[in-house]
């Protein structure tokens, strides 16, 4: 059965760090990019950040870069997301989502267009 779990949130004060991580089972990811994305309260969901099969990164979101760095390794399943200097704003739920490496660099395939998504981890930002 294929998922992901997502892990690493937490509600944390304004200027720490947090690692998020997204562990896939029942697939192998180094077929797919892999993209973070988010959603906050009364906001649509949008993306932070993503990464192609071949590791090449994108931060698609202007107010984190700079800030966000993702990452992945094929051989542990696994892709990261680390959020540096965390502000109230990244408050949201985060998800973690594969698409299928079809020839389109991650940064250009719409939400719609993703095909596995995980359960979301919540982020808190709050003094």
């Known amino acids: 059965q294929l998922r992901f779990v997502e892990s690493g949130g937490g509600l944390v004060t304004p200027g720490v760090s947090l690692r998020l991580s997204c562990a896939a089972s029942g697939f192998t990811l180094n077929r797919y990019n892999m993209g973070w994305f988010r959603q906050a309260p009364g906001k649509e969901r949008e993306k932070v950040a993503c990464?192609?099969?071949?590791?090449?990164?994108?931060v698609t979101l202007d107010s984190v870069r700079g800030r966000f760095t993702i990452s992945r390794d094929n051989a542990k399943n696994t892709v990261w997301l680390q959020m540096n200097s965390l502000e109230s704003e990244d408050t949201a739920v985060y998800y973690c989502?594969?698409?299928?490496?079809?020839?389109?660099?991650?940064?250009?395939?719409?939400?719609?267009?993703?095909?596995?998504w995980g359960q979301g981890t919540q982020v808190t930002v709050s003094s």
């Open positions: 990464i192609n099969y071949d590791a090449t990164t994108y």
């Open positions: 989502a594969a698409v299928v490496a079809s020839g389109f660099v991650c940064p250009v395939v719409p939400q719609d267009e993703w095909d596995y």
